[in-house]
């Protein structure tokens, strides 16, 4: 069971908007950056949003983040057959560690 | 550009200790601000955080492998490793390492650098 709570799925069809949830909690998503990862079939995942609404270089402007209290979400415009993934949305804990979402399915119709 | 790679066995038998080497090449594992991280993906299933090293062997561990965990560094060599003891078939995984960089405005951490994973398998 993961610490962050994000729904097992989502779809959408080609040039839809779709908005990705991720709810944490004060000590996490309510205190610290949330971080979302994009992982394609196959490979390892890798940094699509840093710092709740960054983007680091080369990721298309039709991924966007944002954050509100203890909850942050991913919205994808345009939706493209490659945006066909899991997506995980991560942040730090005050604990000391580093907590993850438990990934959504996204599949384009 | 930075490149990670794991190496180690990929069967593992039951009780027995799992362990993993990650090596760094295109920049130094020595470098401020960076941790160097393990994380795990058990078949179709989410990600986990194993734990995260500093150059200096400074570490963080999840709580709830923290018992089963040491990750250690090589700053010779450029590496750090895994090393998961009295493994079950739960610790059937595909491991990754990553670069823990810090956001030093907020001391957090987020993973920017990983390697393409390797798939362990806890088994008789």
């Known amino acids: 069971q993961s610490v962050l709570t994000q729904p097992p799925s989502a779809s959408g069809t080609p040039g839809q908007r779709v908005t990705i949830s991720c709810s944490g909690s004060s000590s996490n998503i309510g205190s610290n950056y949330v971080y979302w990862y994009q992982q394609l079939p196959g490979t390892a995942p890798k940094l699509l949003i840093y710092r709740n609404n960054q983007r680091p270089s080369g990721v298309p402007d039709r991924f966007s983040g944002s954050k509100s209290g203890t909850s942050a979400s991913l919205a994808i415009s345009g939706l493209r057959s490659e945006d066909e993934a899991d997506y995980y949305c991560a942040a730090w804990d005050d604990s000391l560690s580093e907590v993850f979402g438990g990934g959504t399915k996204l599949t384009v119709l | 550009q930075l490149q990670l790679q794991e190496s180690g066995p990929g069967l593992v038998k039951p009780s027995e200790t799992l362990s993993l080497t990650c090596t760094v090449s295109g920049g130094s594992i020595s470098s401020s601000s960076y941790y160097w991280g393990w994380i795990r993906q058990p078949p179709g299933k989410g990600l986990e955080w194993i734990g995260s090293?500093?150059?200096?062997?400074?570490?963080y561990y999840n709580p709830s492998l923290k018992s089963r965990v040491t990750i250690s560094v090589d700053t010779s060599k450029n590496q750090f490793s895994l090393k998961l003891s009295s493994v079950t078939a739960a610790d059937t995984a595909v491991y990754y390492c990553a670069r823990h960089s810090v956001d030093v405005d907020t001391a957090t951490y987020y993973f920017d650098y990983w390697g393409q994973g390797t798939l362990v398998t806890v088994s008789s």
């Open positions: 090293i500093y150059y200096s062997g400074s570490t």
